[in-house]
């Protein structure tokens, strides 16, 4: 199998072709053996060193992507916003070039500036890989939280399903991501919270179907959502985006064990972290059978090394 494309640099999933996005979930489900020690790493990338240029804090996203470097015999430089000559006011570009000018095989970029990284990648040459910019894509966190959704649902023909995304949709670039992904592939997408979170406008995002109709779709109410979903995308409140809650968001958004219940039998409950355990969902929904929120953490792994060896080996 070969997925490498001429396609250089991932900014984004809005314009991803179907054959690419499974392309890559067909490589990444052929890493998870080595993502889970049951098979040796690979060494396609040696050689290489990947640039983790991370200006907003991260978990997950950055230690996933080294990790995956490593397991495919790259090395990795991780330069942090905090501790990065950004902090002296150098500007995103200045920074990039200057990181490129030391022989650098790709950028992963993580900025809380919308964009930041179509604009990276119209002033370097190296493949620059958008690890979430502002409110705009995170284009692996959708392609992996897509891999997980299709793993649980065993196949990845997402025609006829119904996808709910809840909670801060309006600061989210996860969502954003998810969304052209999974109506990529067929499913329909149910953005749900309160009226602040959810503009109407998100129906607008992506196209129509065969018959005229939006994929997109918008409810305030999780209760009447909940027994046509195939899954729960539990995102996080972005209070430092600037979300504004009311004391009763958990009561009318929150997941819990009661709402899950109300889940058909199959569906799972997803959230890409970091959790507000309690807001978002109560933490025995985090942690109980339905969630797949760990399996999101290992699949984004096998992405990632999906994601490198597309833009990096040949
Ligand atoms: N899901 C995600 O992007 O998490 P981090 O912010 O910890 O990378």
Avoid: W
């Amino acid at each position: 199998m070969d997925t490498r494309t001429t396609t250089r640099h991932l900014l984004g999933l809005r314009d991803m072709p179907k054959s690419r996005i499974l392309g890559l979930l067909e490589a990444a489900e052929s890493y998870l053996p080595v993502v889970k020690g049951q098979a040796s790493p690979h060494d396609d990338l040696q050689g290489h060193i990947i640039a983790n240029l991370f200006l907003e804090n991260s978990t997950r996203t950055r230690v996933s992507f080294s990790v995956a470097a490593q397991r495919l015999g790259a090395t990795t430089i991780d330069l942090l916003g905090s501790t990065s000559s950004a902090s002296k006011g150098e500007t995103l570009v200045d920074t990039g070039r200057n990181i490129e000018a030391m022989g650098v095989s790709a950028i992963v970029l993580r900025t809380s500036a919308s964009g930041g990284a179509h604009l990276l990648a119209q002033h370097v040459d190296v493949p620059v890989i958008n690890a979430g910019d502002g409110r705009s894509e995170h284009p692996t966190q959708g392609l992996l939280d897509t891999m997980a959704l299709t793993q649980h649902l065993g196949t990845t023909d997402l025609e006829g399903r119904t996808i709910g995304i809840v909670g801060d949709i309006a600061h989210s670039r996860v969502a954003r991501s998810a969304a052209y992904a999974l109506t990529t592939l067929g499913a329909d997408v149910v953005f749900i919270g309160p009226p602040a979170m959810v503009p109407g406008s998100m129906t607008e995002l992506t196209g129509h179907d065969s018959d005229g109709q939006s994929v997109l779709h918008v409810s305030h109410d999780l209760d009447a959502a909940l027994p046509h979903l195939d899954a729960a995308m539990m995102l996080r409140v972005q209070f430092e985006r600037g979300a504004n809650i009311t004391s009763d968001y958990a009561a009318h958004f929150g997941m819990n064990a009661e709402r899950a219940k109300r889940m058909p039998e199959h569906a799972c409950i997803m959230h890409p972290g970091p959790i507000n355990r309690g807001l978002e969902l109560t933490p025995d929904v985090a942690d109980g059978s339905r969630s797949v929120i760990l399996r999101q953490v290992t699949c984004s792994v096998a992405m990632r090394m999906a994601v490198l060896f597309e833009q990096l080996a040949h």
